[in-house]
């Protein structure tokens, strides 16, 4: 029997929470403002609305794992963000995470398959 779609689709949320931001720490390595940050991760197939987005930069930011600053660039004010230092270290140690989480999945999701 199928799955309900609202339960699929919660379990999809679900799961993504957590990787958005790895992705966004991922992306941060290089300076973004929010915009540009949302297209990056929509190019390499993230999706994030506004929403999620500035909710999630300021928590991160609050943190101490990103820092900020306001700067004017095509005669607007934009806010753009980076990893600090700590914010380096965390994604450093996420990125074990994930990859050690991965193989692990991977390994029971292939062991499965008959």
Excluded: C, H
Aim: hydrophobic share 45%; glycine share 10%; aromatic share 6%.
């Amino acid at each position: 029997m199928p799955i309900a779609a609202d339960i699929l689709e919660a379990l999809r949320l679900e799961l993504r929470r957590g990787t958005l931001i790895l992705a966004v720490l991922g992306t941060l390595r290089a300076e973004q403002y929010g915009y540009s940050l949302k297209t990056r991760l929509a190019e390499a197939g993230v999706d994030i609305d506004e929403g999620a987005l500035y909710p999630m930069l300021r928590r991160l930011e609050s943190q101490g794992l990103l820092v900020s600053e306001w700067r004017e660039e095509g005669k607007r004010q934009k806010r753009f963000y980076r990893l600090s230092a700590d914010g380096a270290g965390a994604l450093e140690q996420l990125t074990a995470e994930w990859r050690a989480m991965n193989a692990a999945l991977n390994s029971i999701i292939e062991g499965g398959r008959t």
